[in-house]
Structures are given as structure tokens and as C-alpha cells.
């Protein structure tokens, strides 16, 4: 790592160091600032977070959030554990103030005394992120915070609170305004390429070959969104292949292939979706990617008419071996799909294929969590995004993972344009699920059984 | 304005329609749509306002946005009032759930106990302004949403209270980290440059031709804070000169001049600074940019030895008329240079000199405002940065306005690396405003006088 | 113009001092290397040509080139010519080879004969000139100096022989495959923007106001050709508005109007195409701009069914003066339309309408140069890239100078998709001027007359 | 490959179904294009370049060069060398007017006859590959369409002399001037970074983890030249290591490391340089290359103080085996090294080192080729740049490849800013090679021996 010229940062000296100005001894000498650094990081880190919600000069907290930046860095699993209690116990709000704010309010409830209110009540960790994040590549360096903070509150529950004020200042900062979406090609730098070889958790990459497959042929697409101060960071990315016709497997997608000429195209597979950083967890945006990609892709090929996805069934193997308690169908079925002799045996495949289309529907359509929605995580996405359920396809993915989660069942949710919103608003309201007859009449075809 | 094809946002127009969804009326259809759209801006704000704030999808979200801050866009002066007030009123926060969680955290002050009372205090226009800023150019629009607002408070104090939210979210938004400092020269967009020339408010431009004098030369720079969603909108920027030497008057600097050779120079001349957006009122990012002008010009020039500003005395005559209902030197002082007839008469010039710099010594370096703070607000600036207060010049701009409010009056201040936060520190403190010996000779004179 | 640290050029220094390299006396020295920058530019211009045919390292030439660039740029007009008549007459070819390849190449003409014969034959300025072209800069620089030759070969016609071999060059130089389309628009680069300014013949433009009439409004477009080594120059451009309808005035189009919808155009009209550099002269890439540019259009905009120009008609004037001299009602019509009394009588315009239209049908159909081609140069322009005739307006241009040349006649040429070939074709061939049946029966009433 | 819409060629279409136009059949239909382009690829190929060499509009040039250019890459061995030979014998030059013309310069050999004369002798077919170029990537090409011509005339020396054509023209559009040095590092497109991988030969890469090696950390660099019309082809390109100390073996230059600060670095070391386009052979443009990476370097890094190489030997092993023949010493060394037990044998390493040292000094400073340069064609390259042969290395690379040609011997050249013009001459002048002491001493031990 290149050295840096640090500025003479005598508050941060000071605050480390303990010493007083005086007029024979200069805490802005470099012995000074050597000696202050050479402090363990932990030290340097909250003697840090002091000086910058102290009366530092404004251009003075950039260098002290690069030095709080840097020292949190340093920090092993135990010090950033510190560091947390720290934030909740030191960085909380006064209750006086509060008390004070409050009986005012409560007198007269008008938008000044809320105003004033919420000033107290606001913890001061917010300010003291706000001012970290002035540091130059800041705000990723504080998406890895709160990652670090979930793993922490997961073994001490208590610093769960902490978390609303990450997610209160990530949402304000990712807001969708903010957001770029770029495609990503075979031109994009390699530095943004080895991201998405990294991140790509769906259906994982043996290497650069497999990359370049999935990104350079013409019948290929890649749109991630970027945000403006966390540079070559796809935060999510959503990979499509141009097909004719709607895919049910997804093997041919993945391997090499004379590609479609993109203009004789009539459908858009969005086949792999993934979320990149676990500390930007439940602040979404993944909906916004797909609107934005299908308006791309309708103005860029006017010969699109479909854009369907092709999606797994990550909790169907769980849901049958819970089905199959209750239910001898149920358990016959399970034994017979987890024995994966239907792999390599063809016949076995087609009969067993209605029974399994009709419980991955009965799974698909009707088996929901305690809210009433779809017991499906992946679903739950797509049908919230305004998507229909279109046709359940089996085999349909016949890697490890996806036996192991979903029997080897892929669903295709569709997407049509002018009707997105309306089913939006079907599902939030009563979690309708918008689908196809073909996937009704696997329904009839389960409840007959 | 292009047409924009709307996608069709059935919430929004069953909100104005007021109409619920039946069988038979297609809430979607094209007729409804432009039904919806032909009522008056400002009720359709208020509709997408409560659109907003209800349980439609994210990827609608971005639509129904669009819509508010262009039907804000049409609202005039009166409607805009009307739409403070409706945020004043209905996007407040509800008592019931403050009064509960207030009490709740009375009983277990705990950080969980804060971040809910947080929670219930925050008003709810916050995540308003956060949701109409999902849209495309929405950021702008806010910001000049909030330039109306300060408009409007002025006649309405009642609406003063508002400003807390917006200010919040700003500040938030616009975090130093945020910012782009780019360079700009006669090779940026003809659409950036005539905003420099309608912005340009300490030393006004007169058209293109005097633009380029003061970007193309070899010996000017100018840099400007951009921020990514604000696009080709330079929130401040700063023109610079590179010199031999202090400057003492601005009309040189101004005028067309054989450029110097940049490696000849050793002084960088900080000439105007300029504020763009009122809008931003208050979210100060000026000291960021000169230091980092400052670090980017050293490093480009490592023949830069000196960086000052050459700056007004805004509120000098002022001071002067107000000194001299006191003071029967200051009046005579007062009346001398009001006459004007200094500016054409070298003579005369070379006679007031002497009091007018010890004068202007006293008002730069002993007035005060009521907080003991410096009384001229472009010292408070620069010194609150960490400058030093180096060298009074008279005359020096002799254009109207700087005669009419500082008698032609000029000042450098010293920005002097390894020295800033000292300065900055000091000045916090107690006010101190470190000054060269040559100054002090000033004061010194005016003490004798 | 900033220092240019220079390398030691150690032959060109003693190329210019005319001292060989002793063991005592450093030519490399500083003070050599000034000694022989004092020169005058013709002489440090012919002693680095020398250094340049010479065998000097190819890494040392490009600042040897910069050298002679350099002070070609400082020569006065006189020495320019002294230069170009050093060119022809220093840089020739020997006669002695040419002698005995050609008589190598008589007794047996194969390739490789040919081929040396070939190398004995090309002058060797065009070396001299390949080797000046390493030069940061100097491509535009020799456009420049062709310029320049051009002009001082109408005093000297002895000169023109050295126009062949910047002919042969520059064309090789500027191929069409090195030439770049861009679309200049209001956030194109002042430096660009001013070079429009400047270069705008047409129809010239008052100042950047007007300019940005021309570029910003979304019914505006403009295209030109850049090439990589020539930077910010636009070698050629060309000025569209998106109309509905044919425009049959030039006023309208310059004016401030309410900018149409270009969704809304159906037709897009090429009002103004002017080459930037005479020292291209000859070199000609119009035909590819507005063909490229028709492509660009049509694929950008698919509502556009019509592509047609409005031009002057620059001889028409002319044209009509000699006609006068042989037909009474030619010199009727000509006193009628120079007086320009009918600029401000309407009903004076009515009246003679039809006589001018007619007139000038016969001036672009009939009017012939000597090689059988229509006289009018901007007609055999347009119809010798394959447009047609289409319609003639009139008054259409009331500025003075398309009076005093055209009598305020305008013309539409229009471009048709899959017609361009083979109009260009039966141009070639025959001259064939494929024209509208409007502009036909104007003929027919011209013979009736 | 993405459909292309062809506009009508109805020239190119004529020419290959030999119809004329007649009233009745229409050339330009789609029928007779489809028909047209059915035929075979050397027919197209052929019938295209007529058109191009005829009177065709040179907006419908473009068409047909594409045509022309889509054709010869479908074209296989057999009919290359036929098309070759088609070039060679049908668009030389007409013997008539090169007679006459000749007749005409013998008798009046001034500036105008020998342009005349010029025009004559270039054979038609330079006019053909000007033409050629106009289509959109066609630089390329016929870049690589020389490298087939190369291969060809080795095995048809009759066709060589159509090289002499090509290396005309690319010599002029691959002019210096028209290069673009650009740095490759890891956000360069991995589009850009697959073809440093193909090409590197000197120290070829196993895959992309080592290319992130050599471009991504801090002590690295890599430049390229590219030309503006082959868009992501590096023409040249040379890999750079920061170092403090000249490195006496590769191995450590490849491997994972612990960056070095590059501030920290004074030395630079050029340890590979690599052509990419065998069609560019004798086109050089490295000597222009590592001139301006060391001026780049230079600027970027103050504290470098050296440029060396890190070069091979590629003759060292077979000039000893020559040596061999005749020289009892040499022959000794020549088995002992040749056995390669020193690999693996330190001991043997040390007392092998002096007469390997020696031997190799002798090679680089004493061995010869016909006309009196080195013999090593790398000492020649970087000799003829203006370098001097610093430091014999060994063993400095066991690669396969290295031992084979060379012994496992490296050199070290070095750059010296301001000495490189005076070393290029002196070379050139005299072939001297000039070296440090160290290798003086090597070579008076050779003597000694």
C-alpha cells in the first residue's frame, strides 16, 4: 500500500496523546504525529471518533475520517465487537435534552417542537457515521461496517439497535436517485469483471472463460447498478440471455452456443440475480434493476416481447419432506426425486414429471409463510416485483445445489409491461398470485390427486 | 418539452379519480391516464404525495415521483405555499405512537428504546422528500424545492420548522463524500460554462468573450463541487489566478493579459468563490473545495509557493458610516472616500491611503458581531478555514458595487499548509484571527491616530 | 506559449552550428542547444528538414519534427514561399535512378520493377513530410502549411507541382475510415463550440446566443467529421433542424421558436454544410457526413420520412445577368428582382413569382458548366451524391448576401433511402439532374415563355 | 454475427450478375441483392474491387469496401493467394501512359513532370486498398491481410512485390503521429487484457491471474500503443516493473510479491516488449514507445534515476556452439551449460559464472552480423534506440525457451535521458556499441583467456 501524506492533524494528536499545546513542545511536529499513529488501531479509532464530533474545522474531519477509516480496518472481530458497544454506550443521545424536547412537545405539538424533538432524540452515532463517511471510499468501508455489525448482533443481540442507524443513513444515501445502471460487457474493466465472477452465487463461475461466455456474445446481457462513491462496486447485477421462446433448463444458457442474432430475439431471460455486499442486506433495489433493464432492452431491441426469468425453487426438497410427513403421496414422490436415479433415466423422468409439476405448483401457489405470502423467497420477490408464476420446468437444473434445494424444479416468472403495477397491487393487498392457466391446471390436476 | 410516455400508474389515478377498481372500468386504460392528468398541478401533487407515502411497489415508486416534482414544477407561488402548509399539517408524525415509545424509553433509556422513539418522531415528510427523491433530476428539484421554501418563510415563519427536514436530508445527501471535484476549463460543455457566467456574482461577467479570459489562459484554473445526481450543476466553484506575486487590485487580474507560464508562477490566487444554489443555503462544502484546490494545484505545480485569496470588505463601508456618527477622524474618513473623487485623483489617493488601510486594519481585525466572531462574513469564511489575514489593499476594485459597500477596499488571505488547522483551531477557540506583521503595524497606527 | 523542455538534438544542433563533435566541445551542452535556437525559423526550419531525410534515430525524429513545425509556424509569408521553393527544388527525386529503373522496368515490366521504379519516382518531400507529421499536432499543421501553399501557388504557378504531393498525402491521411462522427450539441466542449462559430459560412451566426439557438433546442441537431490527430477541429459539419414539413425560407429555421417534438418531425433538414479547412481543399468527405448522417437520424429518430436540404443557389445572380444580355424578358425580370422593391411589397412578390421560379428551374436544370454539369456548384454537390431536385422557393433568403447572389432563391435537394445509388449513378454517367415533376412543369412554363 | 442491412449496391450487383438495367428488371431489388450475394466469395470479392476502382459515388464506396472486406476474410488459402495474384497482375500500372509521361520528365524533368510521372507509376492497386479502408474496421484488415501476403509470397516469391505496396500505405497511416500511448492496468476492458495475454510471447502468461500480477499491483505498468482505427488492438506493448536496483534475473519480476511504494522505486525495468500484428512487421514503432513510457514515467514518478531492460539472448547459445567448433575453451563451456546440471547446483553456478559472463560479453560486445551490427537482434533493437549495454546476468532465466536459446543469460540496457540521441548516432554512425565497465572488465577477461 503507497504511503500517505498524512496532514498534521494536532486535534487527533492531542486526543491521543493527551498533551496540551504549549509553546516549547509542537504536537503538529512529525515525532508527534509518528508517535500518535503508532497507537493500536482501536485507540486511534475512538480517539478519532471523538475529534470528529468535536469543533474540528470542516476540511480537518476529512484526514480524521481517513484515519478512523483506516484504524477500524486494522481491527480484529474482537476490537470491532469494542468498537460497537462503544458506538451504543458513547454514542447514544443525552436524556436530558430529551426530556426537556418532549415536555415542550407535548405542550404544544407543532412542527417546530417536532422539529426540536427530533434533533435530541437522534442518536449521535448517526452524526459521527455521517462525518466518517466524508473519508474517500467511506461509504463502502461502512456497508463492510454493518455487515460486521449483523455477524456481531447474531452472538449479542444487543447491539441490534445499532442497526437502525446504518439503515437508516444507507437508506438515505442508496436511495434509487443515486443509483447507476451500467451494462457490463466484455469491454468493462477487468477490476468490475472479477466482482462479478466473485458475487455470482445463483449459478457460480469455474473462471474467466466462463465469464467471458456469459458476457461477450451478442445474445447476452449484464445490467448492474453502481453507486457514485463506491466506484467499481456492482451492488446488484441481474445477467440475461436473448432467446427464442421461453427457456425450461438452464444448461444451454450457461454453455457455449452459437449465439442469437439479438434483432431475431423474442424473449429476455433474466436467469441470475444477485445482491453483492451483506452489509446494504434489506435495503433492495433489486426491483428497480429489472423495471430499469426491461425499459433498456424494449427501446434497445424492439423485438422483445417477452421477459421472463428463469428461477430456482431454493425451499421446495424442505417444503416436500415437511408435506411428506402428512402425506404418503407426498413421501413416495420425495423418496423417489431424492434418489436422483431419475437423472441419468429418461423414462423414469416423464413419469415422474406430472406428479412433481403438480407439487412444485401446489408448493409454488399454495404454500405460504405465517404473513400469507408465498413460502418461496425467490417468488415472493418476483410476484411483490408485479411478476406472474408462468410455468413450472422439470428437469430443469441438475447442479448439486439445486437438487439438493429444489429436486431440480426451475419456475419462469413473467414480466409484462403495462400490468406490472396492477399486479403489484394485487399481491400486496391480498397476496394474489397472478398465474398462468397451464400452472392452474397443474393445481387441478394436485387436488384431484 | 419531449412527450413522455407515462407508464400507466393506476394508484395515482384512482387516487384523483377517486374511483375503486371494478370489473367493467379499466383504471389503466389510456383515457383514464389522461384524465387524471388533465386536473390542476396541484392536486395531483398531493395525490402522488399520498401515493407515495402508501404500500405501492418500489418500482412504481420512481413513476408516481416523476409525476409530484413535475406537477410541483407547474405550481405558482401561492400553490407552493399551500403545498408547505399541506406538509406542515398532514406529513407530521402521529402522537399517539410518540407518546407511547416516549414513554417506554423514559422507563428503559436502552439504544432499542431510542432508535423506536426515534422512529415515531421522525415526520413522516422526511421519508416524503426521500421518496420524491427517487426520481430522475429529483435532488435539483429539492434543492430548489427548499430555495421556495426560504422564500416563502420569510412572509410565513409558521413554515420555518420545515426547513429542519429538508436540511437534514440535504446535508445528508449532499455529504462531502458525495462531491466531485472536477476542474473546469475551456474544453468543458458550453451547458456548464454559461452557469459559471449566470453564477458568477463577486466579480460578474459580461459575456462568453470574458469567460474564456478567465478559463483558457494558461495562468487561470477553475474547479467546481459537482454532485452526481446533480449533473452538470456546479454547486461552488472557485476562479484562480496564477501569479508572480500577492495581487493587490483585481482589475489585472480581469483584464486581458500575455499569460504567465504556470511553471513561472509562485502564488495561486483564490479571486471569486461563488455559491451557485441558494438552495444549499447553509450546507457550507466551500472550505472542502479550496483545500482541495490547494492539494491539487501542488501537486500539479510544485512551484506554487503561495495560496491567497484576493477578497471584498463587503460590510466595510457600512462600518465606516456607522464608526463615524462616533468618531469625528472616521467621519471625515467616511466622507473622503464616499466622494470619490480619490478614483481618478493619484494624488489624493496616495494622501487617504494611510487612513483608509489602518481603518480597513480596525475592520478587518477588531470589529466584531455579536458572538465575537469577525464582522465581515467573507472573514468569518475565511479565517473559519484557517487562513490568515495578510495584506489590506486600497484601491483595489473599483468597480460600483465595490466602492458602494467597501470603498475599493481588498484583502488577501493566507492559506499556509501545515498551518490550516491550527489556525482553524484557534480561531474556533477563542476567535483569534492570526494576521501578519504587517497588519499589526495597521492596527498599530490606528491605535496612535 | 509555456517552456518546452527540449531533449538534446545533438544533430540538429550541429546541423545548425556546423561544428563536428570534438572530444573538448559538448554540442549536447545547453548552451549549444540555445546557441542554436537563436537562429532564424527559415534557417532552423531547413536545417531540421536536412536532420529529418537524414539518418537519424526514428525516436529522435518526432522532436526534430517538432523543431521544424515549430518554426515553420514563426516563418513570414516571404520565407514560406522560399521554403516551398526550396521543397520543389531541394526534395525532388534524383534523375539517375528514376533513369535506371525506368529502363529496368522497359525491358521487363513486372511488379517489382514497377515497384522500384515507383519508390525512385515519389519525390522525396513526401518523406519529408510523413517525417514532419511525427510532430505532436503536425497533421493539422501541414493542412495549415497547404493552405498556405495554395495561396502563394496563385502568385507563383511554378509552386502547384507541390500541391500533388500534399494531395497524395492528405488523402491517404484523411481516408474516410479515420474520420470520426460526432454530434456537437450545447454540452460539447467551448472549444469546439467556438470553431463552429467561427467556421459557420452559410449562414454566420452572430455570436454564441445564436449558437445556441442552433444546438440546444431538441429539434436541433448537428454532425461533423473530426479525425484523431486533429483534436477539437470539425473538418466539416453540418447544421439540421427537424421540421414537419419542407421548409421553403431559411428564417424561420434561424429564429427563436417553440422547439418541436422530435418524435413529432417528419423530416429533417440539412440548412447549412460548411468545410472548415481550406487547406483540405479538394479533399472531399461531405458525401459521408450526410450520408452518415441520414443514418444516424433514421436510426435515432424512426419517425422521419423525409431528408432534404434548403441551399442557396450562388449563381443564380450571375447566371441571370448573362442571360439578360440576350433576352429581353430575362433583363425584364433581372432589373425586377434587383431593385428589391419586392423585398417589402408583398403583392410585387406575388406578381413575380412565377417568373423567378421559372427562372431559376433553368438555371439548376438547364444551366450547364463546360463538362456538361449543372452550373450551380452547391447543385452538383447534392445531386452528385445522388439527391434529386425538389422544389424552388422563393423569397427564401432575404440576407444581403443570398440577394446579391441569388436573388433570395432557395432550393430543396432530397436524399432518398435506396434511390441514392443509382441517382448518383445516372449523374456520373450522364449528368442526369433527376428532378420533381413540380420543378418539370416550372420548366415546361419556362419554354411556353 | 448481427444481420447488417445493406443498403442497395445496385453497381456491385450489376457487376456480378453482368445485367444491365433495363426498364423492366430492377437491380436494385432486394431479389437481385439476395441473389447477388449468393455467389462465391472470391467472385464477390473480385466484382467489388472493379466497382471500387470504377466511377462509383464515394458514399456508396463504403458499402462495397465492406462488402469487399466481409468477403476476403471468407476466403480460404487457396483462393487468398489467387486473389494475391489477381492484385499483382490486373492492378499494377498501364505501361502507356507511364511511357509517355517518362518521355515527358526525361525531357523536362522539372517539379510538375515528376508528379506526373509519380501518378502514373503507383500501381492501381494502392488506390484499391485506399479504398478498401474506407469500410469500418478495414485497417485492421488489411493489416492481417499483409500477414497473409507474407506468408503467401514465401512460398510464391513473385508475389512479394506486392509487400512493397502495403508497407506504403500502412507506413502512412500507421505514422507516428497517428499512434496513442495509453496504459493498460486492471480496469483496463478485459477485452483489451485477453490480447496482452495472447500476445505476450517473450514471457508468456498461464492465465489471468498471472496477467493480474504483472498489471495490477502498485509497482507495475504496462503501455501500449494503439491507432485509432484498430479500436482494442495494443500494436506494441511493454511490461514495466518499479524497482530499487537493477534485477539480475526475471523469475523474481514475475512472481507474487509484496509491492514495492512506487515512490520508493529508482528504477524502472522494461523486462518484455511484444509486436502483436505479424502484418506490422518492419513497421516499427518501439523505439517511439519506450521514448515516451520514460518521459511518462519520468513525470509520473520523480524519484526514478533508471531505465533498464531486462532483455534475453535469443543467439547466445547458438554463437556458442559455433564457437565451439573452433575453440577448445568454448567447447568445454558449451557442454557444461548445455548439460544444464547447474540448475541445480550452486556450486557449479559459481565456478561456471566468470567464463559464462565472459562468453556471453563477447556475444553482445564483439560478435557481429554482415554489415558490422551485433549479432543479437534485442542488442540491435535497443542499441539502435540510443541504449547502452549495462550488466550480463546468469543465471537469470531457467524458462525452457531461455535455456534452449540462450543459456538461462539476461542483459540489462540502459536508458540514459539526454545520452540517447549522442548513442543512437554513434551506433548508427559506426556501429559502436557503447557499454559500462563492468562489461569492459568481462571482456578483457575473455581476452586474457
Redesign the interface.
Known amino acids: 500500500?503507497?504511503?500517505r501524506s498524512r496532514?498534521?492533524?494536532?486535534?487527533l494528536i492531542r486526543a491521543l496523546t493527551g498533551e496540551r499545546r504549549t509553546r516549547d513542545r509542537d504536537p503538529?511536529s512529525p515525532e508527534a504525529l509518528e508517535q500518535a499513529l503508532a497507537r493500536p488501531p482501536l485507540e486511534r479509532l475512538l480517539a478519532a471518533c471523538d475529534v470528529l464530533m468535536g469543533?474540528?474545522?470542516?476540511?480537518?474531519?476529512?484526514a480524521v475520517a481517513e484515519e478512523a477509516v483506516e484504524a477500524y480496518a486494522e481491527l480484529d472481530t474482537a476490537d470491532r465487537v469494542t468498537f460497537f458497544r462503544h458506538l451504543?454506550d458513547h454514542f447514544?443521545?443525552d436524556?436530558a435534552p430529551?426530556?426537556a424536547a418532549?415536555a415542550a412537545?407535548?405542550e404544544a405539538?407543532?412542527?417546530?417542537n417536532?422539529?426540536a424533538?427530533?434533533?435530541t432524540?437522534?442518536?449521535r452515532r448517526q452524526q459521527l457515521l455521517?462525518r466518517l463517511?466524508?473519508?474517500?471510499g467511506?461509504?463502502l468501508a461502512l456497508v463492510h461496517m454493518r455487515a460486521d455489525l449483523l455477524r456481531a448482533a447474531k452472538q449479542e443481540p444487543?447491539l441490534?439497535?445499532?442497526d437502525?442507524?446504518f439503515v437508516?443513513?444507507l437508506?438515505?444515501?442508496f436511495?434509487?436517485?443515486?443509483l447507476?445502471m451500467r451494462r457490463i460487457d466484455?469491454?468493462?474493466?477487468?477490476?468490475i469483471?472479477?466482482k462479478i465472477l466473485a458475487y455470482e452465487s445463483v449459478h457460480p463461475m469455474a473462471?474467466?472463460d466462463e465469464l467471458?461466455r456469459r458476457l461477450?456474445p451478442?445474445d447476452r446481457r449484464c445490467y448492474a447498478f453502481f453507486h457514485?462513491?463506491t466506484g467499481?462496486e456492482p451492488l446488484i447485477f441481474v445477467e440475461v440471455a436473448l432467446t427464442r421462446g421461453t427457456p425450461g433448463a438452464i444448461a444451454p444458457l450457461l454453455e457455449e452456443n452459437q449465439p442469437l442474432?439479438?434483432?431475431d430475439a423474442d424473449t429476455a431471460v433474466f436467469y441470475s440475480i444477485n445482491n453483492s455486499l451483506s452489509g446494504l442486506r434489506g435495503i433492495?433495489?433489486g426491483?428497480?434493476l429489472?423495471?430499469q433493464v426491461v425499459a433498456a432492452l424494449s427501446q434497445d431491441l424492439p423485438g422483445l416481447q417477452h421477459y421472463v426469468t428463469l428461477s430456482p425453487a431454493p425451499g421446495f426438497a424442505k417444503w416436500l419432506a415437511a408435506e411428506a410427513e402428512q402425506d404418503a403421496d407426498a413421501a413416495r414422490l420425495a423418496e423417489q426425486v431424492g434418489e436422483r436415479r431419475w437423472v441419468h433415466d429418461f423414462e423414469l423422468q416423464q413419469q415422474l414429471r406430472p406428479a412433481v409439476l403438480s407439487a412444485a405448483a401446489r408448493y409454488f401457489l399454495r404454500a405460504k409463510n405465517p404473513t400469507g405470502a408465498p413460502l418461496d423467497p425467490v417468488a415472493r420477490f418476483h410476484l411483490?416485483?408485479?411478476a406472474s408464476a408462468d410455468r413450472i420446468n422439470w428437469p430443469a437444473d441438475l447442479a448439486g445445489n439445486a437438487l439438493d434445494r429444489g429436486h431440480g424444479v426451475m419456475i419462469n416468472y413473467r414480466y409484462e409491461?403495462?400490468l406490472?403495477?396492477?399486479r403489484?397491487?394485487d399481491f400486496?393487498?391480498d397476496n394474489t398470485v397472478t398465474h398462468s392457466d397451464e400452472l392452474e391446471k397443474l393445481l387441478d390436476l394436485a387436488r384431484r390427486a
Open positions: 500500500m503507497a504511503k496532514p498534521f492533524l494536532s486535534d503538529d469543533h474540528l474545522g470542516e476540511a480537518a474531519l476529512v451504543r447514544g443521545a436524556a430529551i426530556r418532549y412537545w407535548a405539538p407543532d412542527a417546530a417536532l422539529a424533538l427530533f434533533r432524540v437522534e442518536p455521517r463517511n466524508m473519508a474517500a467511506a461509504t444487543d441490534a439497535p445499532l437502525a442507524d437508516h443513513l437508506t438515505s444515501w436511495n434509487r436517485g443515486f447507476q466484455w469491454h468493462s474493466p477487468a477490476a469483471l472479477e473462471g474467466w467471458r461477450d451478442v457514485p462513491t467499481n442474432d439479438p434483432e433492495s433495489f426491483n428497480f429489472l423495471k411483490g416485483n408485479g409491461l403495462g406490472i403495477e396492477t403489484h397491487e400486496v393487498r
